[in-house]
């Protein structure tokens, strides 16, 4: 669990995770991929969606306000143009390897980088900060039609942004706590 937390996910998942692994001792978890466009300046490199056949699907629908999406990886750049109306309240840093991190389990899930561009990354392999979990929510949910980046698959602002990765890597301990707090 998320040792020095200020208590908000330990409470909850120290009720919930114990029964979860003795009523299911075997979890796999698996990402589930989704990805999308529109009328965005980076479009030609969403060469993905077309592959996918997201337009097709985009027939169909294009998302419920009612779902939300969580990710879980370095977190989301709070400020991002494209997610900043996107994020749900309910986020949280699952975080727990503080020398990885810089600040440990707590309620702001934003990612701070994970390159040696980052004060805290200093023996990072990465030279440059990838944003990876930035990214992952832009394919999910970046904003839709306002001339400005890319667009994601679903048009609403539903993404639980919980961030289990750091400098250089995480732990499947935070994954599972992450896992189990979005369910």
Known sequence: LCYGSDGFANSFLQEKYSRILITYPNILVEPIYLIVLFLQPFQ??????????????????????????????????AEHKDLILRQSSDSYDFFSDIDN??????????????????????????????????????????????????????????????????CVGGNALDHANAVRYAA
């Open 101 to 166: 991190s810089g600040d440990g389990c707590d309620r702001d899930a934003s990612d701070p980088g994970n390159g040696r561009d980052n004060p805290w990354c200093l023996n990072s392999a990465l030279e440059i900060s990838s944003f990876h979990g930035t990214h992952v929510a832009g394919i999910i949910a970046a904003e839709t039609n306002n001339y400005y980046g890319t667009s994601g698959i679903t048009q609403h602002r539903n993404i639980m942004n919980l961030r289990a990765l750091g």
């Open 44 to 77: 030609i490199l969403q060469w993905h969606l077309s592959k996918m056949h997201v337009q097709q699907a985009w027939q169909l629908t294009t998302g419920s306000p009612d779902v939300t999406i969580a990710v879980i990886d370095t977190g989301v750049v």
